[in-house]
């Protein structure tokens, strides 16, 4: 019997699905229209739908699905649409405005924010109920916590029907042991109520991220239990009704995975499921056709994430934040900008033209979907230039060119230009949007963006890629097979991963307490892992340490060795730090025994390794394919332009400018002076036409 294996990354647009055959090592794609109101719709149409197109002569059904990995938007959309209601928060007595105070970070610098007000709470302050009780900073109990207090603050959030809480006593990450009677006070007094508790999400130090941590924790926690728990029982009915189901699993941040039944307990750790996938799926596809070190840029419908992949291994941050809320997790450095297919050109109250951050989205999605949209977007005017073919997926999807045509003459009406330099203009304006992302991920990390190829990938992630070229002096971009479903492919190649921490600052690091708290972390980290089924034996912990100068704000983390903690360990961490430290900031203190090290949180990944989809040569054909058709295209002028297949090129095609590639799920515009080059793994590496051989 057939044994598959499924990807879903749901999109604002498009879901896209990859099944790999575990016997053959066969590869299968689509895509379908996402469903907004209710993505498990779109998520089920997808499943189904690749199902379909594996089957071949034979019948292949749910029960064949040897398990499903899924990206998915559910916790990242709440909060970037700031659905925050009916949270409550926690805290310890005197600190109920810990919210309020914050962190002094001003926009913009403070020449431009001389008005500024800090944003609203994520709970107003008339929603936090404090509770007696103190420990310090060791975790020693300096007053014992107040019972009464905690029925009082569980029996109003009952009365008043808040059923999300998030709860964060001060110094709980040394001692969770007044957190953990707050949990049973309300899980006594207000059954009905979802709590998150500081000592479970985040055990580290920084009162206020940590807050914030958990209390986002809390708030998507009910839509994330409800998503998944419908799609569970999808699959269940839909592989065969017995109650045993399939094994499910979501996409964590981190870059790792986790089942269903265990992510519904840490929701948090999904809110960039969908981009880490993508990273993770082109680092695969790139290190396997010898580059190591690229940048990511997966651009979509609504928006392009762009990340930083050094020796095969994507950037992490504990720094990061989704819309207004930093989010204090493990998470692959991702920054996103709102520059996808469906962003808007608009024209300024100053009369310039721009583009994005607002998005037609799916539904009405742009003019030439013939949905209803009402307004010019970038895939407009790709399609006036002729650049993408009047289709989507294959011929699946038409599209209107009359209806881009309109909307496009009619902006240009407005600003005074002709069409095709209207058009043009907002696809540059695009393009020089996701340059600036780039920017962002590479020069403000200390990192030559010259020195990296980049792959691009997402269904408009190859559009603008010769332009992005010449702006940023790429060396080149790879543009993988099917690259609408990098992502979806991503999820089958991603490992099982929790992450575990504990603060724990000292200048004088023991050894012994040291080991001890390895020992802690890497026993909870075993606990997950034999739950999601691995046995002992295949279970990897990777250590890592946070340490900083004394003195500073912020630590660095670098990779722990394993093996016993003896004085070589610390040396060689030391000694990573150092090196780390000087290649972050320009300098460091390894010879200067003046600035002393300060150890601040020790870290243990549990990590359950898997096996990857292979990545198979192609053999090779002409290397001057015949197109397979002409039209009529706007690079600098129009002209008939050759029109290539991408399934028709086999490895050293060489295609130059100006052309077109095109697939089921995206195209490749071939700028005038470009040439593509198809590698023997089948990806098309897009260079300058001088630069082209080498």
Same mark, same amino acid.
């Given at each position: 019997?057939?044994? $598959? ?138 007053? #014992? ?48 109520? /979802? ?11 920084? *009162?206020? *991220? ?11 926690? !009910? ?102 809320? #930093? ?27 721009? $583009? ?9 999605? !742009? ?30 999807? !038409? ?43 590479? /020069? ?41 479903? /990098? ?68 630590? $660095? ?67 001057? !394919? ?33 052309? $077109? ?34």
């Amino acid at each position: 019997m057939r044994s $598959v294996r499924i990807g879903v990354d749901t999109g604002g647009t498009f879901t896209d699905v990859v099944a790999v055959d575990e016997q053959t090592g066969e590869i299968i794609t689509t895509k379908t229209p996402s469903t907004p109101a209710n993505p498990a719709d779109g998520f089920m149409e997808g499943v189904r739908k690749v199902l379909r197109k594996a089957a071949g002569a034979e019948e292949v059904t749910l029960e064949a699905v040897s398990a499903v990995v899924h990206g998915t938007t559910v916790a990242t959309n709440q909060l970037l649409e700031d659905r925050i209601a009916d949270l409550g928060f926690v805290t310890t007595e005197g600190f109920e405005f810990i919210l309020e105070i914050a962190r002094q970070s001003v926009p913009d610098g403070y020449g431009n924010s001389y008005f500024w007000v800090k944003p609203p709470r994520i709970v107003p302050v008339h929603r936090v109920r404090t509770v007696g009780g103190r420990l310090d900073h060791t975790g020693a109990e300096v007053r #014992p916590f107040d019972e009464e207090q905690a029925v009082e603050a569980a029996r109003w959030f009952r009365d008043r029907g808040i059923t999300a809480i998030g709860v964060c006593f001060l110094h709980s990450y040394a001692n969770p042991a007044h957190e953990v009677r707050m949990r049973e006070v309300l899980e006594r007094e207000h059954p009905d109520a /979802v709590v998150s508790i500081s000592c479970d999400v985040l055990r580290e130090y920084r *009162e206020y *991220e940590r807050s914030v941590t958990t209390l986002v924790d809390a708030a998507v926690k !009910p839509t994330m239990r409800r998503y998944i728990a419908n799609l569970a029982e999808r699959l269940e009915e839909g592989a065969s009704g017995t109650g045993e189901g399939l094994p499910f699993s979501v996409m964590k941040s981190n870059g790792g995975v986790l089942s269903a039944a265990e992510v519904v307990h840490q929701p948090i750790t999904t809110v960039l499921s969908g981009p880490a996938a993508g990273a993770l799926g082109a680092a695969l596809i790139a290190a396997t056709a010898g580059h190591p070190s690229v940048i990511t840029l997966d651009g979509g419908g609504t928006s392009t994430d762009v990340a930083v992949v050094v020796d095969g291994e994507p950037s992490l941050t504990t720094e990061g934040s989704i819309g207004r809320y #930093p989010c204090k997790i493990p998470m692959i450095d991702i920054v996103t900008v709102g520059a996808g297919g469906g962003s808007i050109a608009w024209i300024s109250p100053e009369g310039t033209l721009k $583009v994005g951050p607002k998005s037609a989205g799916a539904d009405p999605g !742009p003019l030439c979907y013939g949905r209803g949209g009402t307004e010019v977007t970038v895939t407009d005017a790709h399609v006036f230039l002729g650049r993408v073919p009047a289709h989507l997926l294959g011929g699946e999807i !038409p599209l209107d060119a009359d209806a881009a045509r309109q909307g496009i003459e009619a902006l240009a009406g407005k600003i005074g230009l002709t069409p095709e330099r209207t058009a043009a203009g907002i696809l540059e304006i695009s393009a020089f949007n996701q340059s600036n992302a780039i920017r962002q991920i590479t /020069v403000k990390r200390g990192l030559d963006v010259r020195d990296f190829p980049m792959v691009a990938f997402g269904g408009s992630g190859p559009l603008l890629v010769c332009r992005l070229i010449d702006i940023l002096g790429l060396p080149s971009v790879i543009v993988p097979p099917e690259p609408g479903n /990098v992502s979806a492919f991503g999820l089958l190649t991603v490992d099982v991963k929790n992450d575990y921490v504990r603060t724990f600052v000292t200048r004088d690091l023991s050894l012994a307490a040291a080991a001890e708290i390895f020992g802690e972390l890497e026993g909870q980290a075993a606990s997950a892992l034999d739950r999601e089924g691995f046995a002992a034996e295949a279970h990897v912990y990777a250590r890592s340490a946070d340490l900083r100068y004394f003195g500073q704000a912020y630590e $660095v983390r670098v990779m722990a060795p394993a093996g016993p903690l003896d004085e070589a360990w610390r040396a060689e961490v030391l000694d990573r730090f150092h090196t780390e430290h000087h290649k972050l900031y320009g300098y460091g203190y390894r010879e200067d025994p003046r600035h002393g090290v300060e150890w601040v949180n020790l870290r243990v990944s549990g990590i359950g390794p898997i096996t990857r989809p292979a990545i198979e040569r192609r053999p090779r054909g002409t290397s001057r !394919p015949e197109p397979v058709a002409f039209r009529e295209v706007c690079y600098d002028e129009w002209g008939g332009t050759p029109i290539h297949r991408r399934a028709d090129l086999a490895a050293g095609a060489e295609i130059s400018g100006p052309a $077109v590639i095109e697939e089921y799920g995206s195209t490749l515009p071939v700028h005038p002076g470009f040439t593509a080059t198809m590698d023997e793994f089948g990806n098309l590496e897009v260079r300058r036409g001088a630069n082209a051989n080498g």
